[in-house]
């Protein structure tokens, strides 16, 4: 390769089955669809999460192209679709030299309580059990998450839930099922409702400690409540890795813990966001169990994306 066509640019599309099919906001998924870019032989993920990002995959690929195009003539990249600017973000960053392993993420509970009911009895974590368990709730009848969250209590009393909601109830129900609750056994409780007043209204009359998800994705206003426990920080929704830093910074200024997170990105993604993890909050466990739905990898043992696997869109020297 000449010396003037030293960098290069690329962009891939890829498709990793799940191990069942999961359900995003009413939408029954059976593939993670998503992009991979490469920037100087430096990646970065591009994958909107249906029902949650509000960009699609195929506007997040235009306005990748689009990206790309303009970093080959020379001009800077100015992504405005929250999945491209974490994509574009990473692929560009300069990365710490030395950084520790993030710690191990706690283990995700996904799925219809009578089956998860069913499934601890031969739960490997009896003999181990994790300091933290996380548990999308607001998702089946109340009534079954409740008797869930109780065996769960009753068969790992030393494990503390996190619950997840994703803003699922108005404040009404969200308060019937706190009073359902044994707070000692709670960590906090995500986004009990879809509004920051409705949220705290409820963690005031129950006493539950709360975490911010959806709140700073959708960058509504919020203020350091004496039950604001963590920022789940989600940088594939977020977008603006500089925009996640400020959240970092707010939440130490807050004495709030942090939890970086993801949306369901490939392996390839969630190792950029335990390296953002190890960084940002070497302390807390991050947020990283839903690689264990995927049913594929698109980066070897030996660290290497494995591009044969994936659908090239766009490759270019400059």
């Not at 392993?101 to 499934?119: D, E, M, N, R, T």
């Not at 359902?180 to 995500?190: R, S």
């Not at 993890?277 to 030996?302: D, F, I, K, M, Y």
């Amino acid at each position: 390769m000449p010396p003037a066509f030293r960098h290069r640019l690329a962009l891939y599309r890829y498709s990793v089955p799940f191990r069942q099919p999961l359900t995003f906001k009413g939408k029954q998924l059976t593939n993670r669809e998503g992009l991979l870019v490469a920037i100087n032989g430096q990646w970065g993920e591009i994958a909107p999460l249906p029902g949650f990002s509000t960009e699609t995959l195929e506007e997040a690929e235009a306005q990748s192209l689009a990206c790309l195009a303009a970093l080959r003539r020379g001009e800077q990249a100015f992504p405005a679709l929250a999945s491209v600017q974490f994509g574009f973000g990473c692929a560009q960053r300069q990365w710490p030299s030395k950084l520790s392993a993030a710690l191990p993420p706690y283990p995700l509970l996904q799925g219809s309580p009578a089956v998860l009911i069913q499934s601890l009895s031969a739960a490997h974590w009896q003999a181990s059990p994790p300091a933290r368990l996380k548990l999308k709730v607001a998702r089946y009848a109340m009534e079954e998450e409740l008797a869930l969250i109780k065996q769960l209590g009753e068969r790992l009393p030393t494990t503390k839930l996190i619950l997840d909601a994703n803003g699922g109830w108005t404040r009404e129900q969200a308060q019937r099922f706190c009073a359902g609750l044994t707070l000692e056994q709670i960590d906090y409780l995500e986004e009990p409702c879809a509004g920051f007043a409705d949220s705290f209204a409820v963690a005031e009359a129950s006493g539950v400690a709360i975490a911010l998800d959806e709140t700073l994705s959708r960058r509504d206003a919020w203020y350091c409540h004496p039950q604001l426990k963590a920022l789940v920080i989600k940088p594939t929704l977020i977008g603006s890795l500089s925009a996640c830093e400020a959240l970092v910074q707010r939440a130490r200024a807050g004495n709030l813990r942090v939890v970086v997170s993801s949306s369901f990105e490939s392996d390839l993604g969630l190792g950029l966001l335990a390296r953002l993890a190890s960084e940002w909050a070497p302390n807390e466990p991050p947020g990283l169990a839903t690689g264990q739905w995927l049913a594929g990898r698109l980066v070897n043992v030996a660290g290497d994306v494995i591009t044969d696997s994936l659908h090239c869109l766009y490759q270019a020297a400059y």
